[in-house]
């Protein structure tokens, strides 16, 4: 697998990956072409077996002075639970702590899902409050933190 730059050339791949792991609560077609064009980080992981198929993907945005929100984290689904995540996740956290205006990370998750949870805290982000109604599925949220 290798990482890199998302570009307006995979905005279509990328939606539809954003859309069949996301369902009702994926992002629209606009809103992730506002992403590739505007962020601090959007990379995408690759399967380097020739296919050039992106597997999963990472939107990282700078919501105010010194700090950044991570507002995705995907991996496809047949991919999941072999590293790849975490694999995304450490080089995207390296990237943010080469900017070093950054203090803090924070996210929102799914209270539900507790691998994602898990995966995050096992990176030091913190539960900081439970969102509720988060999603549009009516679903609440962990708002997570890491202080770096």
């Known amino acids: 697998m290798r990482i890199n ?3 307006l050339k995979d905005l279509d791949e990328i939606f539809k990956l ?5 369902k009702k609560d994926a992002f629209s077609k606009n809103s992730i072409l506002n992403l590739i064009v505007n962020n601090t980080f959007f990379f995408k992981l690759i399967n380097d077996d ?3 198929e992106i597997v999963g ?3 990282v945005i700078q919501d105010r002075e010194g700090r950044v929100n ?5 991996i496809s ?3 999941q639970n072999k590293g790849y995540g ?8 390296n990237k943010i702590k080469e900017m070093n205006n950054i203090e803090v990370i924070v996210l929102n998750v799914n209270s539900k899902n507790k691998v994602a949870i898990w995966l995050y805290q096992k ?6 409050q439970k969102i509720e109604n988060y999603y549009r599925q009516q679903k609440s949220a962990y708002l997570m933190i890491l202080k770096i």
């Open 123 to 128: 990176f030091g982000f913190q539960i900081g």
């Open 5 to 7: 730059t998302v570009s």
């Open 77 to 79: 689904k047949q991919y």
């Open 50 to 52: 020739g296919s050039n």
């Open 86 to 93: 975490s694999h995304l996740l450490k080089y995207t956290l």
């Open 70 to 74: 991570l507002i995705n984290l995907l």
């Open 18 to 22: 954003e859309s069949n792991t996301f």
């Open 57 to 59: 993907f990472i939107i």
